[in-house]
């Protein structure tokens, strides 16, 4: 006999539709999975024959066959022990087939029928609801996120007894309480890390604030200890909060590779993603046989912080070239082709030499005018010509430390951050881009108008400050937002010197 029960499957950071058509036929006892499943779908034979029998019901000892439709694209995971042991269940009179025609399964089993969370329980859903699938029935710690979906009903099930009760009417289960804000955008959590906490290096502050209005690429340069990293992990409390629409997209990926948290159904704080310098280029863009994201599509709407920037290897920090052109990445494997989203800011820290105390003026640096020029020239041209901003943050002083003044916490911040990307968005619409960075010539020549003023110094830093032409682009685009900040329409020249400050490592590490 012959039973079809409808489940799903993930294709990037979106799902499909996956019929599991089980056929129980005389012979010899064999059960077989087909429809190119992988090696924990073939596994899911033994897992689905204990559940059930340990579950109290039969299992026929005849020929059993599984099929995952379509069979042309290749299929990962354990979610389909569930719909399979249903689809045995079934196929044997053992559960009426009337609530599985409209109904969507998905859940991994354990040896006792007991049933574990799956991946991706948010995209599930959304594809479920454009599928016009009306209910989805999937375990019960995924059942907050799938229920951020208006539309379809989510039935948590702890087990494959409570499931096959549920099928057969015999118990009736309450559907997940829909779960989504309606409003355009999500109500930040109060933040743990404040600006407030960073004593000093206020001309640092103040980059970043103008990195996060415009959403422009960053690097920090200077010793160690002076603050870098904890001027980084700060910046998320800045960036404007997101939107319904960021959130949703940010709660997909995190869902999708497993670390959402079962109490978080929907993400509601920015991304900070902080891999260590021994990563490799299918940790930080993703990878694997059947592409999973890396590091760049966890950052997305988010920060990704690379800390002692020349310590990566040269190969991981070229890939990355890519995504920060395109705001999204992707991977080819012989199994398939997937692209996912990367709109991250990226932030760098790195030590100006080897020893770390080049510049410093209270500790001596030992390393010679060779060593300093190779450690920095680890880092390609191409890459800092896709990083806007780059600021010295020198060793905080025993006065600035020892003082009980503050600075301004990081929700004031945040409200001139957002102004000023009130106004990019209105710039902006109707386009693809979001914010000043991605700005391209024909935005610039329009947006980034300066009067004769601020083109002399502009003259004066091609010319006389070593800048090279490529600089041009960047300062103007810097300009354009330290003019947002100011609400101002116009760059003026004060805009254009404060952004020909962002320049000042081209000069003294970088020669161009």
Known sequence: MLATVLSSALLGIDAYVVKVEVDVAGGMPYFSTVGLPDSAIKESRDRVTAAIKNSGFYFPPTRITANLAPADIRKAGSAFDLPIAIGVMAATNQIDTA????AMILGELALDGTIRGIQGGLPIAIAAKENNIKNLILPAENAKEAAIVDGVNIY????????????NAEQEIAPE??????DTQTTQPEMHIDLLDVKGQEHVKRAIEVAAAGGHNLIMIGPPGSGKTMIAKRIPSILPRLSMDE????????????????DTPLVVTRPYRSPHHTISDAGLIGGGNVPRPGEVSLAHNGVLFLDELPEFRRNVLEVMRQPLEDRQVTISRAAASLTYPANFMLVAAMNPCPCGFFSDPSRDCKCTPTQIQNYVSRISGPLLDRIDIQVEVPAVKYAELSAETTGEPSVRVQERVEAARQIQHGRFAGTTIHANAGMQSKQIREYCKVDDQAQDLLRVAINQLGLSARAYDRILKVARTIADLDQNPNIEAVHVSEAIQYRSLDRSFWKE
Not at 99 to 102: M, P
Not at 248 to 253: A, C, D, R, S, V
């Open 99 to 102: 609530r599985l025609e409209n």
């Open 156 to 167: 948590p099930i702890a087990s494959l007894s409570e499931a096959a009760a549920f099928l």
């Open 177 to 182: 309480p829909h779960t989504l804000d309606t």
């Open 247 to 262: 959130s949703l997209e940010t709660t997909k990926i995190q869902s999708i590779i497993g670390i959402l948290p079962s």
